[in-house]
């Protein structure tokens, strides 16, 4: 049996992982690109993104998507979420640099985040509803 209990799930969403983010675009097909995100555990995973990229353009508050995470190393793992965006709004600099050190640790996030010439975007708050996952060590 490879699946992950509710909390195994939840703890491994939580751990520091590049996301894969899915939204639906009618006009070209799926988007799916990388981000950083965050999420702690029974909460909403959050992700700060340009309102004006073209994820940005597609997103609206009841717009569902899909989020994977994943480890690279066997044996492997990931996390599979879908569930609609429930707000954005304006992000600030205490958020990029929330975000920053999460992925790049205190000094290069404080760095990546006084050369940020994008202000702090706009966050996107989404609500986990569906998931899959799979833990290949427990085969």
């Known amino acids: 049996m490879t699946s992950m209990t509710q909390q195994e799930r939840q703890d491994f969403l939580a751990d520091l992982h590049v996301g894969v983010l899915?939204?639906?675009?009618?006009?070209?097909?799926?988007?799916?690109?990388?981000?950083?995100?965050?999420?702690?555990?029974?909460?909403?995973?959050?992700?700060?993104?340009?309102?004006?990229?073209?994820?940005?353009?597609?997103?609206?508050?009841?717009?569902?998507?899909?989020?994977?995470?994943?480890?690279?190393?066997?044996?492997?793992?990931?996390?599979?979420?879908?569930?609609?965006v429930t707000s954005i709004h304006e992000a600030n600099k205490d958020d990029l640099l929330a975000m920053a050190v999460r992925y790049l640790g205190p000094e290069a996030g404080k760095q990546y985040t006084e050369n940020s010439e994008t202000g702090g975007g706009v966050i996107v708050r989404v609500k986990p509803e569906r998931w899959l996952s799979v833990d290949y060590a427990k085969a």
């Open 22 to 84: 899915s939204l639906s675009d009618d006009s070209r097909g799926p988007l799916t690109v990388p981000i950083w995100y965050d999420y702690d555990p029974g909460g909403e995973l959050w992700f700060i993104t340009g309102p004006d990229s073209r994820k940005g353009k597609l997103l609206e508050v009841g717009v569902n998507l899909s989020l994977v995470a994943q480890s690279e190393d066997p044996p492997y793992k990931y996390v599979s979420v879908e569930g609609p």
